[in-house]
């Protein structure tokens, strides 16, 4: 589920930048995206499975699936509202 979400993000983080900025929104926002949520989710598992075991971890990696598809459902949203 993590890489059906993370295919779709690139697409939809694109649209919603002008085409003069669309290149360099989408490397910064990927950039950053990859930084805040790759650098700590090592951390945040190794805490997780030392604490609570392995079966928190998968639970862990699940909710980030589920809040890119929240974040991607809101974002499709608001690019619809401001194409009407």
Do not use: C, I
């Amino acid at each position: 589920m993590l890489g059906l979400s993370y295919g779709q993000a690139a697409g939809a983080v694109t649209s919603n930048f002008a085409a003069r900025f669309r290149y360099t929104g989408a490397a910064l926002t990927s950039d950053f995206a990859w930084l805040v949520g790759a650098a700590f989710a090592p951390l945040v598992a190794l805490g997780l499975s030392a604490h609570f075991g392995l079966a928190y971890v998968s639970l862990y990696l699940l909710s980030g699936a589920a809040a890119t598809m929240g974040a991607l459902g809101l974002n499709k949203a608001m690019v619809e509202g401001r194409e009407a």
